[in-house]
Every structure is written in C-alpha cells, then in structure tokens.
C-alpha cells in the first residue's frame, strides 16, 4: 500500500492535513499518528516512535511524511521576552518538542521511505527560527529549537540522499494558523490562516519541490526562507 502519514493529527493542522491528504485519494491509506492514536506515538518516548513506524511499515511504504508537531507555550513554557526569563527546565522541553522529537522521527521513518520512487518527509518549522530574519530577537527557546530543526533537516536531507535520491526532506514554515499553538500570540489586526488553508499551501507548495530542494527551508508555497 501507498502510505501518507500525518504526526501531530490531533493538532489543528495536523487533522486539515490528514482531511486534505484523505480527501485527494492520491494515497491507498491516510494514517494519523499521535498521543491519542494505535498505535500511539510521543514525541517524547523513542520507543513509542520505533513502534509506531515499524506498524505503519507492516499496512505499507510511507510515500509522504508529514510532522506537524511542535511547541510554542504550556503550563510551564511562554516565549521569554528577555535572557533573564530563560528557564533552563522550560528550554529542554522545547528542544525536546521541536527538535529532539522531529530528529527521532527521522531516524525511524526516513529509512522507511520506498528508495525507488519519489517520497517526502516535511516537518513544521517555523519563520521565527530563522537565524537570518531574526530581526526582533526574544522567544529565545522557540527560536533555537526551530533553528536546531532546521540543522537537523539538513543533517538528515545529506545522509537520505545517499540511499534514497529521489527522496525530499524539508522544514516547512506554515504561516501563521489560527490553532491552539499561536492563537494567544497572534497580534491584534494580523491576518491569520485556517488550518484547512493552510494544508491546502502546504500540500501544493509540496508539490512544487524536487529533491535538489531536499534539505531546504521552505513556506507553505514552496519559496525558499533564509535559515
């Protein structure tokens, strides 16, 4: 079976992508994967993710990877405005979130992918992560985890391209999407996405990259962002 998968499919995004994915039927099965589902996967548990791709490999080949996972603010967690809010607890968990989760979500599903047939894994990284366009400065741990995803993309895009060359591997920014993630963020008078808006871009904007782009940092159109 030819197999789209969708982590984070609780999330807002997550769950318009898998709707938009479901409702293409360009994929024999949509598998959405997070906390809640069967098999279950966090982010947070390496043998929860090993499982979850080992089970998705036994319904079929995954042909589309989508993470759309990532953390912005909890309980315990609010973009600092200034160095002497960095709590050193508050970073790990959004390293933990944004970049360590995605990495582990590469090394498990990445290998997965078909090697002789096109195939995509993108993750949501997001425009404030950009080391180049940080013009503002603050949300020091959002930020950093994002430009470690980043890396991390990258890292992996050069390894995946040694075994699985018609392969793309990306970091996508997505817009800002009225989801639970940027909602108590999101400034007075900016124009916000719906999430089903927004995985309509993502996927089209998908279609548009080749694997000479894999490795890249892309919007939700296709267009190149400054890392």
Avoid at 62 to 71: E, I, Y
Avoid at 94 to 122: C, Q, S, Y
Avoid at 191 to 209: F, H, K, N, S, V
């Amino acid at each position: 079976m030819r197999l789209a998968v969708v982590i984070g499919a609780r999330g807002g995004i997550g769950t318009a992508l898998a709707r938009a994915l479901d409702a293409t039927g360009a994929f024999d099965a949509v598998v959405g994967l997070s906390r809640h589902s069967s098999p279950s996967l966090d982010l947070c548990a390496e043998e929860s993710i090993a499982a979850a791709a080992a089970q998705v490999a036994e319904l079929g080949t995954p042909h589309l990877v989508l993470d759309a996972t990532g953390l912005l603010s909890d309980a315990d967690l609010k973009p600092e405005k200034s160095l002497r809010a960095i709590d050193p607890a508050a970073m790990a968990r959004a390293f933990a979130i944004n970049a360590i989760g995605p990495a582990l979500l590469m090394k498990h599903f990445l290998p997965r992918l078909p090697r002789d047939a096109p195939a995509v894994f993108a993750t949501l990284s997001a425009k404030v992560g950009s080391i180049g366009d940080n013009r503002l400065g603050g949300w020091y741990s959002y930020r950093a985890s994002k430009a470690a995803l980043n890396q991390l993309v990258r890292t992996a895009a050069i390894e995946l391209a040694r075994t699985h060359p018609r392969a793309i591997c990306v970091a996508l920014h997505p817009g800002t999407v009225d989801t639970r993630l940027s909602r108590p963020f999101a400034k007075t008078g900016l124009d916000t996405l719906t999430p089903e808006t927004a995985a309509r871009d993502i996927l089209a904007g998908l279609a548009r990259l080749r694997p000479d782009d894999s490795g890249g940092f892309f919007d939700r159109h296709g267009q190149p962002l400054p890392f």
